[in-house]
């Protein structure tokens, strides 16, 4: 059986490591932070760029999509209505009201791939049951806008499509709508300018957290390792003290 002493000194052994251990992860977490706020500044760079930049082809756009993410790249590209169908993304908010982005799939002129259009925000009724009834874009047409891809949410990505027209979706899965529609999609978005036919708002945000919300949660790890590291030592210093008095 262990000595007291021994028993004693493994004990605070395990106390520091543990403080040093839970410190470590708490800066750690707080460098990933501002990891993180570099790369949003440098995207909100590049997305500012790209929105200078002169309208893409849709055929030049195709080929930066296989290489390289296109959020905020601008587009001109010549559509056909050949389904006026409607597909709903669910459980969106705009302006503090919910509703959804209303979507529809055009074929382009100068391609076999078609293009996913974002007609815009369209809010919902109190009555799930009741879908909005939203007005497509039924003629050949010169669009011109910005495109986004939407990131991959690995715990929901199906797009579980309902049965109804307008057909509403939960996720924006665009292979598993391109198999729903039969037809080829480019793996974008397009989000025009302006659409003679409506005036749906069209929300923008390409970057879901700023840099400046990132540099506040690393402060507030960088906090939290330096307030848990002041009550470990007073608590340490307190228990050597009491032990030199014993």
């Known amino acids: 059986m262990a000595h007291p002493r021994v028993r004693l000194n493994l004990a605070w052994l395990f106390i520091v490591l543990s403080t040093v251990i839970v410190f470590s992860i708490l800066v750690k977490l707080g460098f990933w932070q ?72 055009l074929k382009v002129n100068e391609s076999n791939l078609w293009l996913l259009v974002e007609l815009g925000f369209v809010p919902a009724s109190l009555d799930r049951n009741e879908l909005p009834k ?36 939960q996720n924006l899965n665009i292979s598993q709508l391109s198999e729903l529609i039969d037809r080829p999609l480019a793996n974008f978005v397009l989000q025009p300018n302006s659409i003679s036919n409506s005036d749906y708002p069209h929300p923008w945000q390409p970057i879901p957290l700023s840099s400046q919300k990132h540099q506040g949660y690393a402060v507030q790890w960088f906090s939290m390792a330096a307030v848990f590291s002041l009550i470990m030592g007073y608590l340490f210093f307190k228990k050597i ?6």
């Open 241 to 246: 003290k009491q032990r030199d008095n014993n």
């Open 34 to 105: 501002l990891e993180r706020a570099q790369y949003k500044a440098d995207l909100q760079q590049a997305l500012s760029h790209r929105q200078s930049a002169a309208a893409l082809s849709y055929s030049r756009l195709l080929d930066l999509s296989r290489l390289q993410a296109i959020n905020g790249f601008k587009l001109q590209a010549s559509v056909t209505p050949i389904s006026q169908d409607i597909f709903l993304l669910d459980n969106q908010v705009y302006q503090g009201r919910v509703g959804y982005l209303a979507l529809q799939a």
């Open 134 to 169: 939203v007005e497509p874009i039924i003629t050949p047409s010169e669009l011109v806008g910005r495109v986004y891809q939407k990131q991959i949410n690995p715990m929901s990505s199906e797009l579980m499509a309902e049965a109804s027209w307008p057909k509403r979706i």
